[in-house]
């Protein structure tokens, strides 16, 4: 007779941030996942966790997307002693993630303080400070390789299979007293550069999986490079230079890939200058190069050669914020890459403030622009921004290349669904409309659906 499971779903309930699940099995408290809300919900960072950190025997990590691992540095801070069980590579890009977040709180906390002094109000402290982050790695103690099960207390067992979302990404299995819980995290595309395709989903009685874009399908990767290489052909033709703000983790090493593709090739100039002009990207970049072996096949072929995505002649990576200087005085003929991804900060937002009136310039969108940003006022056609407080005409030309996602799309979540042997299926980290349509065509195919609520439970 096995120990009942109870799984009760926190974060990334009909929202696509603050992933965070918990599993009681036998006395036994393990979390999947513990995200940073982002965007729209990032005040609830600040609320109380609804269970008690000290409690937490472990943190499964399926990635080291920030609104997966994000707030595990607040869990330390607020007495989880347990161990954090991640993939190889999440655990060092983890570091590197909660890190650069720390140090954003902080500056955040510091602006606050000053602004609260002025109203005569209280400082809001920071969410966690670098002390946190780097106490929070302390944590991580349990690597494991994909396929390795790993064995907890009180009968409880975890694998990780391939995602294929992000570099070390995993699909969770957990077993305990006879029961399996199968948990996406993010559920990666099929057929893109570097990581491999997402495994199928072990057989399972509980499968949890995301529905970020169960209501659309996505343009094809082939499709996308195309749009990318024409949009760079059409600024350097006319002798303007092209901004790429960019995500550090995944999207930034992607675009690289492309366009060393693409330079080699011929598609665009050999004369074509490609900057890579973000601290964190770097540093991330570094990261993919010491695991060759978690890319799929064409990767490893592509990286095992001297000259590579990361490394080629028309690539310079800027060291110091003068290198990064330097380039507002480059006219044509070079691809900057920088974030931040929604240009909310960080490098890109001191070249838009100098090339967004360019009409020689050219700006391509690869990711996501949530709502409020900076980013999304542009593809959304604004004609004037406030850049770093001062307003700046747009006058280079936009584009938003769709293809790149690192999600599944609607047609890639039915057939994966769909091919799982799962007893019931649990929909999170989507949207209540995009986990409505995917709920809505996966019934016709006889598989019924849950879509929970924050703080809903189940219990099998
Ligand atoms: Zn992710």
Avoid at 216 to 223: D, G, I, K, L
Avoid at 279 to 304: H, I, N
Avoid at 310 to 337: C, M
Wanted: charged letters at 25%; hydrophobic letters at 40%.
């Amino acid at each position: 007779m096995g120990a009942a499971m109870r799984i009760t779903f926190f974060g990334a309930t009909k929202t696509v941030t603050g992933s965070c699940h918990l599993v009681e099995v036998g006395g036994l408290e393990v979390l999947l996942d513990c995200g940073m809300y982002q965007g729209h919900d990032a005040a609830r960072n600040h609320e109380a966790f609804p269970f008690e950190p000290a409690d937490i025997g472990y943190v499964v990590l399926t990635h080291a997307h920030l609104d997966h691992c994000g707030l595990i540095p607040k869990l330390v801070r607020e007495g989880f002693r347990g161990h954090v069980i991640s993939t190889r590579p999440t655990a060092e890009i983890a570091r590197l993630i909660l890190l650069d977040a720390a140090h954003l709180q902080e500056e955040e906390a510091e602006r606050g303080a000053r602004r609260a002094l002025r109203r005569g109000e209280p400082p809001p402290g920071a969410l966690f400070d670098v002390g946190d982050a780097l106490a929070a790695m302390d944590h991580f103690s349990l690597r494991v390789e994909y396929g390795q099960e790993l064995a907890l207390d009180h009968g409880v067992s975890v694998v990780f299979h391939d995602a294929g979302h992000i570099l070390g990404s995993g699909i969770v299995e957990l077993r305990a007293g006879g029961k399996t819980i199968v948990y996406t995290g993010d559920l990666g595309s099929w057929g893109r550069p570097i990581v491999r395709d997402p495994s199928s989903a072990p057989p399972c009685d509980l499968l949890i999986t995301e529905g970020t874009y169960g209501d659309r399908p996505h343009r094809s990767f082939a499709e996308s490079v195309a749009e990318f290489r024409d949009a760079v052909n059409a600024v350097l033709g006319r002798g303007g230079s092209v901004l790429v703000p960019s995500f550090a983790l995944e999207r930034t090493q992607e675009v690289l890939y492309v366009l060393y593709e693409l330079w080699r090739r011929g598609e665009i100039p050999r004369t074509v200058r490609i900057v890579l002009d973000s601290p964190l990207g770097s540093a991330v970049t570094r990261t993919f190069s010491k695991y060759p072996d978690w890319f799929d096949r064409e990767g490893r072929e592509v990286f095992a050669r001297p000259e590579n995505p990361f490394r080629f002649p028309a690539l310079s990576v800027t060291r110091s914020v003068e290198d990064s200087k330097r380039l507002n005085h480059v006219g044509g003929g070079h691809i900057i890459i920088a974030g931040s991804g929604m240009c909310t900060g960080g490098r890109i937002v001191h070249h838009l403030r100098h090339r967004l009136w360019r009409e020689e310039d050219g700006v391509v969108f690869v990711g996501y622009q949530a709502r409020g940003t900076l980013g999304r006022a542009i593809v959304d056609g604004a004609t004037r921004v406030r850049v770093l407080g001062e307003e700046v005409a747009v006058r280079a030309q936009i584009w938003t290349i769709n293809g790149f996602s690192a999600h599944a799309d609607r047609e890639e979540l039915l057939r994966w669904i769909s091919g799982a042997e799962a007893g019931r299926v649990v929909l999170v980290h989507g949207e209540e409309h995009a986990l409505s349509a995917l709920a809505s065509g996966l019934a016709p195919r006889g598989i019924a659906t849950t879509i929970p609520s924050p703080g809903d439970s189940l219990e099998f």
